[in-house]
């Protein structure tokens, strides 16, 4: 069974551009959320889709922005980007629902790794 | 913030146990308790999770102290392919990562 993908593996924007991220969970997973890891911050979480609903999200500004199509894949948006954008993107699937008391286990992809110059 | 403490550090050798502590003391009553190693250059695995009752699997085994408060992950025997960042998580609604503890293998 094909893991959690996310395209583009790597992406340079130039700051004030916008961008959006893909990714396609694990089949059968319905659930997807998004993270944003940084060397300062660690692991953050963003927001969290289960059946085209955002079920929770973190202490982001409205600049990040996310949506779940019916086919479960996802795409997370960031609009006029700034330096402090640059990071590793990590989207996760699970077989959950989300939200509050869903314990199934994260499948992680590898990430997308974001330049803002 | 995180609801978890674990140390940044910690060293074993090769073929040896290793115990990974993680202090979660407001755990709630339905909290259960996720553990993730992540390798460089890819994103976090999941490793295993648990509520009260110790767990295991084919990778590692999850021990929870009887009050909840902390919890110990243990790796029987270490390779150094278990070198990695081990997150010790409280699944919540916002799944909220620590820093985690960096584990060295040494040969």
């Known amino acids: 069974k094909a893991g959690v993908t996310q395209t583009p593996r790597y992406l340079i924007k130039t700051r004030g551009q916008q961008v959006t991220l893909s990714c396609s969970p694990i089949?059968?997973?319905?659930?997807v959320s998004w993270y944003q890891q940084t060397p300062g911050q660690g692991l953050q979480f963003l927001f969290e889709y289960f059946s085209e609903t955002q079920r929770n999200k973190g202490n982001f500004p409205g600049r990040f922005s996310g949506r779940q199509f019916s086919n479960s894949r996802s795409e997370m948006n960031v609009s006029t980007l700034e330096l402090g954008d640059s990071a590793l993107y990590l989207c996760?699937?699970?077989?959950?629902?989300?939200?509050?008391?869903?314990?199934?286990?994260?499948?992680f992809g590898n990430g997308t790794r974001l330049t803002v110059t | 913030d995180a609801k978890t403490t674990q140390p940044n550090s910690m060293e074993s050798n090769e073929e040896e146990p290793v115990h990974l502590p993680c202090n979660h003391s407001t755990i709630s009553g339905t909290d259960y308790i996720h553990w993730y190693r992540q390798l460089p250059s890819q994103g976090p695995e999941y490793v295993i999770h648990g509520l009260t009752s110790n767990v295991n699997n084919r990778m590692a085994s999850l021990a929870i102290a009887e009050d909840r408060k902390s919890s110990t992950l243990i790796l029987h025997r270490a390779t150094l392919r278990d070198a990695a960042v081990y997150y010790c998580i409280l699944r919540d609604d916002k799944i909220i990562f620590g820093k985690g503890t960096r584990l060295h293998i040494l040969p």
């Open positions: 089949s059968g997973h319905r659930s």
């Open positions: 996760a699937s699970s077989t959950g629902t989300g939200g509050f008391s869903d314990n199934s286990p994260l499948h």
